[in-house]
């Protein structure tokens, strides 16, 4: 059966997660070491400890996402998570940076590192360089890869892929994207946030909505339409006219959607995909553990070749709409 | 300190890059980075201008190399890249995994949309063979500190994006062909009629992106003119112009007058709006703030 890797961003979620079918948790410490760095939001060491034993007494594993790059001059706070992670029992190390990855494979050479999708390493070529340099198992694959070239990539590499099948949705190659830091000044890859909300102002202007991220105003919605949140690449913003394009303004970049891959599952397993990703740590408890439960129904479904339960989920998607994102060619 | 031209961003015709690197060996830039940085279907209309701009290039005394794409995914792409290495000139990747292809022992430079965010990865990226790391835009100026300095220790050059619309992300998705209403392998080149990209506003019109194909990047230019002595004394070996149409020539004059001291760095961005009419300019990622702003 393909493994599900599920979202906690709190112990409560964690224990939900497991309760509801996740064979695999991934979580983080609450710091800037995670790239879900959340008020409120994430691990302490004794959590951290905690939350592997209660997913190892029901057969369960923990991965602990280390995936922000770590600051020049102060890569301490980033070893420190390495080796307690290690210390608290988890299966692997989920890592982005290089040189974070270097300091892990020789310092902790018995830790099972995972290449996060905050490397973005979107071949087969960068992957298996991954591979040689660091002897990273696994790789979350970045979500700009259709499924045949998921197909193609699983062909010429050794190491396990894990892919995202639903939750939030980047469009720009993820770890490679300032967008947030251009608008806010903290970004996913130096701070663990994107879009953060303590840079969010929500305003009502003459019957309508306005949502601003750092002083940009990135949705305006009529009063009692569903506002989504202000995330910047899923934006309304206006293209003006050039001598050749007309004036186009709407979701330049995506529209504010989800990914929901469901209907693709099988065709992943197909593809040689080791594990399914659910985004959310920053979701509840009740979220994940029925994210959680409908997904372990669907994977079992591939497993005995039935057909994918549709629609179960369309509910908790953002702004009620999804999209099957660049798995398929059509989206480019 | 001296300068670096980087690969052009943008999609040119074949004849605007030939008179681009003609002026460009008449210049006082000390580098030359050329190659598709950005889009592989771009690459055939203009590839066969390379092999004479880098004859030029050597010529005039410039440093050359190659760049790789930003974002390697199709097969075709990572053929390219392979072949890169093979063309005698150094490389400069824009992908880390364009690294697999790195013949043994050969050296190699680094350009900004690789994540070297701190020095242990600045270290392994020397001891791989790196000679040369054009840090990404988005970093302070407190790390470019420590990078600088990490860099000196392990005989790196370190540079820092100098001027230009800096890189902020790279899509799978084409957003060029996504505002004309196409796929992006249905894009018909729309991003050649817009050779500085095309704008992106808020809907209350303040200019904030420009989109570039499947690049995205900052619709102010970012520059470091009103900081290079301050570069130039934490480290920092050479300061990075991008290519953009207009005066360029200009540009790379007025950064070679700063880097050279014969001209002050306080009214330098005053002296560049007079040979960009129109632009903004901003300094915020060096200053740790928002990238987009005015902040040093």
Known sequence: MMELVCPAGTPAALRAAVDAGAHTVYCGFADETNARNFPGLNFSRPEMAEGVAYARSRGARVLVAINTFPRAGEQALWHRAVADAHRAGAHAVILADPGLLAHAAETHPDLRLHLSVQAAAANPDAINFYAEAFGIRRVVLPRVLTVEEITAINREIDIETEVFVFGGLCVMAEGRCSLSSWATGLSPNMNGVCSPASHVVYDEVSGHNEARLGGLLIHRTPKGAPAPYPTLCKGCFTAPATETGPVQTGHIFEDPVSLDATELIPRLQKAGVTALKIEGRQRSRAYVAQVVRAFRAAVEAAEAGAPMPAGLLAKLTEGQSATTGAYAKTWR | ?296
């Open chain 2, 1 to 296: 300190m001296d300068i670096t031209i980087g690969p052009i961003a943008f999609f040119w015709t074949a004849e605007t890059v030939r008179d681009f690197y003609r002026d460009l060996a008449a210049s006082p830039a000390r580098r030359v980075v050329i190659g598709e940085w950005v889009c592989s279907k771009r690459l055939p209309f203009w590839q066969d201008e390379i092999p004479g701009a880098v004859e030029c290039l050597l010529a005039a005394g410039k440093d050359v190399a190659l760049s790789t794409l930003a974002l390697i995914t199709l097969r075709r792409e990572r053929r390219q890249t392979a072949d890169l290495f093979d063309a005698g000139i150094p490389v400069e990747i824009a992908d880390l995994g364009a690294l697999r292809h790195l013949p043994e022992g050969a050296p190699f430079q680094v350009g900004p949309t690789v994540n070297v965010y701190n020095e242990a990865t600045l270290e392994w990226l020397a001891r791989k063979g790196a000679t040369r790391i054009c840090l990404p835009p988005e970093l302070p100026l407190s790390s470019v500190a420590v990078l600088a300095r990490a860099g000196r220790a392990a005989g790196v050059a370190v540079e820092v994006w100098g001027h230009g619309r800096a890189p902020l992300a790279i899509s799978g998705r084409c957003y060029h062909a996504r505002l004309h209403d196409r796929a992006k392998d249905s894009c018909q080149f729309v991003c050649g009629e817009d050779p500085d990209g095309r704008d992106v506003v808020t809907l209350d019109g303040q200019r904030f992106l420009t989109v570039n194909g499947v690049q995205t990047l900052g619709h102010a230019h970012s520059t470091v003119a009103g900081q290079i002595a301050e570069l130039a004394g934490i480290g920092v070996r050479a300061v990075r112009l991008s290519p953009q149409t207009g005066n360029f020539a200009a540009v790379v004059r007025l950064y070679d007058d700063l880097v050279k001291q014969r001209s002050a760095q306080a009214e330098a961005v005053a002296r560049l709006q007079t040979l960009i009419p129109g632009a903004c300019f901003a300094d915020g990622f060096l200053a740790g703030a928002p990238g987009l702003r005015r902040a040093l």
